[in-house]
T-cell receptor
Framework: DAGVIQSPRHEVTEMGQEVTLRCKPISGHDYLFWYRQTMMRGLELLIYFNNNVPIDDSGMPEDRFSAKMPNASFSTLKIQPSEPRDSAVYFCASSFSPAGREGAEQFFGPGTRLTVL | GEDVEQSLFLSVREGDSSVINCTYTDSSSTYLYWYKQEPGAGLQLLTY?????DMKQDQRLTVLLNKKDKHLSLRIADTQTGDSAIYFC???????????FGKGTTLSVSS
């Protein structure tokens, strides 16, 4: 397996533009997680899915952020409109099992570095 | 506390041992993990330990677990410059589905 795949690796956009980040989890993993990493706040969990269904989106900063998982092999994180404070590295991760069980270790993608000017 | 706590920085000389410490929050966590993040990369799973163990060794890595104090440590023997990275500990509580990560310890190895 190629691991978790994210695209694009880098995105530079202007304030107010829509940004869409993409993720392909590891095949067979039922859980998908979106994280944001900044120097100030560290690693923050934004949302996670189980079997394509959003389970906990309490980490999503505000309504400008939305995430979807139309099928087991694809998820998107969308920011509309984007703002400079959204600049961060966004990671997608997947796992076979939920926390507390064997197989709960998360495998991370390489991340998307987003810069909003 | 409610956060997984780690010291922010550790600096060692090449060839020395490094010990990175972590205090987790949930005594019922079944697995504890260590991840490594190199510059510009995602988090990579290094090793993990099941909660009924108190030690796990994997080549240069030794994980120690003290359940009573909810304390986890990662020892890297013969630290190399390639070990310079951010190290995250994470716990796996039975409630919810997500791992809970610490803020990471930046390990700097000087030659």
């Amino acid at each position: 397996d190629a691991g978790v795949i994210q695209s694009p690796r880098h995105e530079v956009t202007e304030m107010g533009q829509e940004v869409t980040l993409r993720c392909k989890p590891i095949s067979g993993h039922d859980y998908l997680f979106w994280y944001r990493q900044t120097m100030m706040r560290g690693l923050e969990l934004l949302i996670y899915f189980n079997n394509n269904v959003p389970i906990d989106d309490s980490g999503m900063p505000e309504d400008r952020f939305s995430a979807k998982m139309p099928n087991a092999s694809f998820s998107t994180l969308k920011i509309q409109p984007s703002e400079p404070r959204d600049s961060a590295v966004y990671f997608c991760a997947s796992s076979f099992s939920p926390a507390g069980r064997e197989g709960a270790e998360q495998f991370f993608g390489p991340g998307t570095r987003l810069t909003v000017l | 506390g409610e956060d997984v706590e780690q010291s922010l920085f550790l600096s060692v000389r090449e060839g020395d041992s490094s010990v990175i410490n972590c205090t987790y929050t949930d005594s019922s966590s079944t697995y504890l993990y260590w991840y490594k993040q190199e510059p510009g990369a995602g988090l990579q799973l290094l090793t993990y330990i099941f909660s009924n163990m108190d030690m796990k060794q994997d080549q240069r890595l030794t994980v120690l677990l003290n359940k009573k104090d909810k304390h986890l440590s990662l020892r890297i023997a013969d630290t190399q410059t390639g070990d310079s990275a951010i190290y995250f500990c994470a716990e796996s509580p039975p409630s919810g589905a997500a791992l809970i990560f610490g803020k990471g310890t930046t390990l700097s190895v000087s030659s």
